[in-house]
């Protein structure tokens, strides 16, 4: 294989700013920061763990980290991802076809890794970043309804699986639709900035058309094999609010028989991009024995926050309980699902803070997403049950033991209506509601016994 190149911008207050260029070769990546961006300390580098200097670390690759993980985030991962159809598709129309192997996710990192969520903007030279800075911001004078042919593509060509999705109708009425993670169907998108959600969208970015206000936003879109997901992801998000967990806004609606919860990106602020960095791919870069969430176990995860805490401006107790009060809000709400992409800091060095809660869907209600903690924790039978075990957490997070048994009993007050709540959510199919009940009813009861005794 010959070395890949590519550059690295970012959008900052002054206009885009090169941040540096990127080889990778089979063995190793390296970034080299550009002089523009070592003389800008106000601008975030590339990722905490790569930051602005001379000489910053060299990646040697593993596992399936081809080069450095923060970047390799950019990608959109294999499977039913959206993005990855729509940019497979374009590249099957051009000359050179689709790609095998490392290649083709190298393609669809150059052609997917911009405008995406975060701040990286990646390009195949400068002369393309030129180009597409250039282009006139998106000033559609009319948002795309729920009667336009997007959502019958979505819906025929990617939902339902019925046509095969025409990614040109896709990219022509959305533009090149940027990356973004994760395994349910989502589009990155502006929607108008109003209580309820009339299936408008615009291209990521859209400010306003006419005099509507438009805010960007992560809009995901259920899966039939998902059915009720999105309602179920909906009452996780007002229940951690409720608990006074950062959570942001968001909106869910049924249009074009599709359901959708869009949810406010938090990785905007003023029409500009924040640094969003998975702890998945912070640890994929810090530990090199690290291949997968299943390579650490919870406590070494809060053991970890200090660390980060040397290299970003980062308030290390608060971000410890913070992670520790989700940890066991997952437990009580049946979310499964709380791997390391699903935590991530936001913001650079200078500013670095855990990010508002996402994606906190209680997957527990589907027996092949049935797992107590997506982050294993050294279970051990002395602590006692859960409880027990996650009060010995505490240390690990910053706690005494007593902080950690007070915020499991007050989540559990605070949640005590959580089971009859799913109950009543009666476009969930029944047996999803029952199977999601019967295990939050079994481990909030062992919890609450454990706490009482
Ligand atoms: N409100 C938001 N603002 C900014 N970025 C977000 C927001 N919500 C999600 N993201 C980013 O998009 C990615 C995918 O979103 P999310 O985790 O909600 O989707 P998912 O497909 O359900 O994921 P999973 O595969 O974990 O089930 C997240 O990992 C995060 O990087
Ligand atoms: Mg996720």
Not at 292 to 321: F, H, M, N, R, Y
Request: hydrophobic fraction near 45%.
């Amino acid at each position: 294989m010959s070395d890949r190149h590519a550059v690295i911008w970012t959008r900052s207050a002054d206009g885009p700013l090169k941040l540096g260029n990127l080889v990778v070769t089979q063995r190793e990546s390296r970034f080299s920061y550009s002089d523009e961006a070592l003389a800008r300390d106000d601008v975030p580098g590339v990722s905490l763990l790569l930051p602005r200097s001379a000489t910053p670390p060299v990646f040697q690759a593993k596992g399936g980290f081809f080069m450095y993980p923060r970047l390799m985030a950019l990608i959109p991962p294999p499977g039913h991802n959206l993005q990855r159809q729509i940019v497979t598709r374009l590249l099957q129309a051009a000359p050179g076809g689709i790609p095998a192997g490392q290649d083709l996710e190298w393609a669809l990192f150059l052609l997917a890794g911009r405008n995406g969520i975060g701040h990286l903007d990646v390009f195949p030279d400068d002369l393309a970043a030129d180009r597409w800075y250039r282009q006139p911001a998106p000033a559609p004078n009319q948002a795309i309804g729920p009667r336009s042919r997007l959502w019958a593509q979505l819906r025929d060509g990617f939902v339902h699986d019925l046509a095969p999705l025409d990614a040109r109708v896709v990219e022509h009425l959305i533009g090149p639709t940027p990356s973004a993670g994760g395994m349910t169907a989502k589009l990155l998108a502006a929607i108008p900035d109003a209580p309820r959600w009339d299936g408008r969208i615009a291209p990521p970015g859209t400010q306003r058309i006419g005099d509507t206000t438009f805010t960007d936003v992560v809009l995901k879109i259920e899966q039939p094999h998902y059915a009720g997901l999105a309602e179920l992801e909906v009452l996780c998000l007002r229940v951690h609010r409720e608990c006074g967990f950062d959570t942001p806004r968001f909106w869910r609606s049924s249009q074009a028989e599709m359901e959708f919860l869009a949810v406010e990106r938090f990785d905007r602020c003023g029409g500009l991009p924040l640094p969003l960095e998975s702890l998945y791919a912070l640890l994929a870069m810090g530990r090199r024995e690290f291949l997968s969430t299943a390579d650490i176990t919870l406590d070494e995860l809060g053991q970890t926050i200090p660390k980060l805490a040397a290299v970003a401006a980062l308030e290390v107790k608060s971000t410890q309980e913070a992670i520790f009060r989700r940890v066991v809000l997952a437990l009580l709400t049946g979310n499964g699902d709380l791997h390391l992409e699903n935590l991530s800091l936001l913001g650079g060095a200078r500013e670095a803070r855990l990010a508002p809660v996402y994606d906190p869907a209680p997957m527990r209600a589907w027996a092949r997403h049935d797992l107590r903690f997506a982050i294993p924790i050294d279970f051990d039978n002395a602590h006692g049950g859960v409880a027990g075990n996650l009060i010995a957490l505490a240390p690990a997070f910053g706690m005494k033991p007593a902080k950690a048994r007070e915020i499991i009993a007050a989540l559990l007050v605070q949640t005590r209506d959580y089971p009859e709540r799913v109950m009543a959510l009666d476009k969930v199919p029944l047996e999803r509601r029952q199977r999601l009940v019967e295990v939050v009813t079994r481990e909030r009861r062992g919890v609450a016994e454990e706490l009482g005794g």
